[in-house]
């Protein structure tokens, strides 16, 4: 249903064998756990719930995981899966770390770069005697005028990016806007609505039933050609709900080099990240 950000993780395999065990637990409770696998030993924390059908596990960051399991799974069965992903899990926990080391470099500062349709310009900083933060984009650079602050560097660093947030969100209002009133006609779709909005997870996302699609502003930082994939992605599931043969050849339908946009997509993710 969704193009996901391709650095998240999600992971959700049927269990073959479940356990008859009846254990007596309560659902929603996180329970804290640790397997030992090939990899070293692994924490998790273990959510139970009666609807659950499979084991889902979700890397939370470089080094946790939370694991949903049927209610009636056994600890065995559920750490067996376990140690089964550990080297999937592992390789996730390089890459959060990966990620968050990257956010942690960033800085918003003078002289910083940032992405906008895919390139990268500098934040122009100018300390003044104004009391409100004020942003301008002239094509070269963002010229930012900051309160001088007697608190310092990070609250200035945080004036800074909220500014710079709102300036994307409105560019990605008015550009996706743009576009998916090009392609809605060129693919004779109606949209219900069309919400830009702040999306953790995902780039975009289609409500079929609601006929509703949803993108994530941060897209305003990619390639316009890469907000066009998302777009048609996402338009071409108001008719398709799924990620079928038939789903993907609509999309080659309208754009045939869609695997290349897909893979900047999927490349350039890290960079796409906002601290
Ligand atoms: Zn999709």
């Known amino acids: 249903m969704t193009s996901r950000v391709p650095t998240t993780i999600f992971y959700q395999t049927i269990l073959e064998k479940m356990s008859l065990g009846f254990q007596r637990t309560s659902p929603p409770q996180e329970k804290s756990h640790s397997v030992k696998t090939a990899q070293g030993v692994i924490e998790f924390c273990l959510v139970r719930s009666i609807r659950r059908r499979s084991i889902e596990i979700r890397v939370l960051d470089h080094q946790s995981i939370r694991v949903r ?20 899990i592992q390789r996730k926990f390089v890459e959060a770390a990966r990620r968050q080391a990257h956010l942690a470099k960033r800085k918003y500062a003078h002289d910083q770069d940032f ?17 409100r933060v004020q942003i301008d984009f002239d094509g070269r ?21 909220a500014q710079l947030v709102k ?33 953790k997870r995902i780039w975009g996302s289609c409500d079929y039933r609601k006929q509703n699609i949803y993108l994530n502003w941060l897209l305003v930082l990619s390639p316009l050609d890469v907000i066009d994939y998302v777009i048609v992605h996402e338009l071409c599931h108001l008719e398709v709900p799924n990620h079928s043969k038939r789903f993907w050849r609509k999309v080659a339908g309208v754009l045939p080099d869609y695997q290349i946009r897909q893979q900047w997509l999927k490349n350039n993710a890290l960079d796409l990240l906002l601290p």
């Open 141 to 161: 650079q963002w010229k930012i005028h900051v309160p001088i602050l007697e608190s310092g560097e990070h609250q200035q660093e945080q004036l800074i990016r």
């Open 115 to 131: 992405l906008f349709l895919g390139a990268k310009y500098p934040l122009n900083v100018n300390p003044t005697q104004r009391r």
């Open 167 to 199: 300036w994307y969100r409105q560019q990605a209002g008015e550009i996706f806007g743009g576009r998916v009133f090009h392609y809605t006609r060129l693919m004779g779709l109606k949209p219900q609505k069309v919400v830009v909005k702040t999306q």
């Open 69 to 88: 399991a049927p209610r009636f799974s056994s600890e065995s069965d559920i750490e067996s899966f376990i140690r089964e992903k550990a080297a999937w």
